[in-house]
């Protein structure tokens, strides 16, 4: 059951219900899945229908639509389209998402990009359980060492965040190849963490290494679009940022950016634990970087010949006082 996103008395948080209901997916049976796609495919739609009337376009029964809305967190369909209402309605006050054309010129297909991402990463908080943050923190703070892992689309997301620790005084290591992945991953400890980050939480290699770092003994903490699958049967503690609908071009950078966001804000944390540590490297930073950016060029200075001018002024004047 997907309970995250809601509070104590069943208000969505801040952070979208439709990214909680498609990081959701893979854990509803086949026939309540029908229902949230339709959820998700169809909003405006079903916040006026009945619960037969959602039950038959999803091809399945009134019964299954409650049962559905309460793997999702609710207390049943009624509960569900009041919240489902709520979200339609604070999606219409911010407009509709952009949408690329290939006639669009490429400064419209900036603003367009820009636009969007503004306006889906919020969605991506839905499933986010932020009682697992401390926790988390707590545990990438006092690591021994710190594993990241991340292949394909995620690697990037795994250099920025192994950068980000380092320059806090929180040594991480984030390998590229997928073997010594694996290695550094059998080579852990008790006292180590491994962050696993994958958008589809079944990434083959990432698994591997994650596998790895649980038999070693280590903690896995696992970053990831969805609440059910392989990572998070894995991972010790999963944190899970939705997968926002990205209406430009390939969907995978929506993702990778509320793996970014969420990454920043837990080496916030942790470095702010960290303020007076003598490891920090921030001071250092500009010094490295102006080791590592190439100065301009000198212009060189010509002599300045000498003004014999001046010389016969003043003995112009010597002569006359």
Not at 172 to 179: F, H, K, M, R, T
Not at 201 to 220: K, S
Request: some cysteine; proline content about 7%; hydrophobic content about 45%.
């Amino acid at each position: 059951m997907v309970t995250s996103f809601t509070g104590p008395a069943g208000a969505v948080r801040p952070g979208g219900l439709f990214a909680a209901i498609r990081a959701a997916l893979p854990s509803l049976v086949p026939s309540e899945q029908r229902v949230a796609e339709v959820c998700l495919a169809r909003p405006g739609e079903v916040v006026e229908w009945s619960a037969a009337q959602l039950a038959e376009a999803a091809g399945t029964s009134a019964a299954t639509v409650v049962r559905a809305c309460q793997s999702l967190g609710f207390r049943g369909f009624q509960h569900f389209r009041v919240e489902l209402a709520r979200e339609v309605g604070a999606a219409a006050l911010h407009g509709e998402l952009g949408r690329a054309g290939a006639a669009d010129p490429v400064e419209q297909l900036v603003d367009t990009v820009f636009e969007a991402a503004a306006k889906v990463l919020a969605d991506a908080l839905g499933p986010l359980d932020r009682a697992r943050l401390t926790p988390a923190v707590d545990l990438l703070d006092s690591a021994g060492r710190l594993l990241i892992v991340g292949n394909g689309g995620s690697a990037p997301v795994a250099q920025d965040a192994a950068l980000r620790f380092l320059i806090i005084g929180r040594p991480a290591e984030a390998p590229g190849d997928s073997i010594i992945q694996e290695i550094a991953a059998r080579l852990l400890a008790p006292t180590d963490v491994c962050l696993v980050i994958t958008s589809s939480g079944a990434n083959e290699p990432t698994l591997r290494a994650a596998e790895a770092a649980r038999t070693a003994g280590a903690t896995v903490i696992g970053i990831t679009s969805y609440t059910s699958g392989p990572l998070a049967e894995i991972a010790d503690i999963t944190l899970v940022v939705g997968k926002p609908d990205w209406p430009v071009g390939t969907d995978t950078i929506a993702s990778r950016l509320a793996s970014l966001l969420l990454l920043n804000a837990l080496q916030l944390a942790v470095g702010l634990r960290r303020e007076n540590d003598p490891r920090r490297v921030s001071s250092l930073v500009p010094d490295i970087l102006g080791h590592a950016v190439r100065a301009e060029p000198v212009e060189p200075v010509e002599p300045v010949e000498a003004d014999h001018g001046d010389h016969d002024d003043h003995g112009d004047r010597a002569r006359r006082r």
